[in-house]
């Protein structure tokens, strides 16, 4: 992955999928990863390496369990994310919420986040933040350390794996990526805009729960 060279960041830390492997080094306890994490979300809240730093009311950093299972991971955070400091609050994030709802036991505890951590203004996507903010989304991975992402979306899913496909042609099936595994959905605000898109998201969150439900998480 192409990184810009940001203090603490490492490509060991890219290493998710290799770290959870049986036998593979821990990484520090869960209360250490968990001091880590608080840390990290300071050291990004108070950010100023990339000019949204200016516009933004407050960066988004996460919301979710500090041992999750499955991370989502979206673009971008919204007006309502921005304001509220926190990921996935607007529609989206509602719909997003009622996925989980519906994935019940099969998900188990679970995170949500960001590429970028700060709202771009316009909600217009700015790809060179992005590279600026990425070794962030790396730190809090290999400190969560969870099994499988769930990239929400295009940019998502091309930041996590450059390599794959266009989002409808992957979005509701399982794949390896160098980061680890991967299950891409379509961005709930994309449910949102067609009938035809929200089956789509129904009908591959219930694909995510089939596969979440399979043994087959647990011993990759
Ligand atoms: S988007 Fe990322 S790099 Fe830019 S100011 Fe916010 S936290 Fe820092």
Not at 99 to 111: D, F, I, K, N, R
Not at 171 to 176: D, I, M, N, Y
């Amino acid at each position: 992955m192409g990184l810009d060279p940001v203090p603490n960041a490492s490509s060991r830390q890219v290493q998710l999928a290799d770290d959870r492997r049986p036998g593979a080094a821990s990484a520090g306890s869960a209360r250490e990863r968990r001091r880590a994490f608080e840390a990290l979300s300071e050291e990004i809240r108070r950010c100023t390496r990339c000019p949204l730093s200016a516009s933004r009311t407050q960066a988004v950093v996460y919301r979710g369990s500090f041992a999750p299972r499955i991370v989502f991971v979206g673009e971008a955070p919204g007006a309502e994310e921005d304001r509220q400091g926190v990921p996935f609050v607007g529609r989206s994030g509602k719909l997003l919420d009622r996925a989980v709802a519906s994935l019940g036991p099969a998900l188990g505890e679970y995170g949500v986040l960001n590429l970028l951590k700060c709202r771009p203004p316009g909600n217009r996507f700015d790809p060179s933040a992005a590279r600026t903010c990425r070794p962030y989304l790396e730190r809090q991975l290999a400190l969560l350390r969870p099994r499988a992402l769930v990239p929400l979306g295009a940019r998502a899913l091309a930041a996590l794996d450059p390599t794959a496909a266009p989002i409808l042609s992957v979005a509701g099936a399982p794949r390896r990526a160098a980061v680890g595994w991967l299950f891409p959905l379509i961005h709930p605000a994309a449910a949102l805009r067609s009938r035809r898109r929200k089956e789509r998201w129904e009908h591959d969150v219930r694909a995510l729960e089939s596969w979440l439900g399979s043994s087959r998480l647990e011993i990759l």
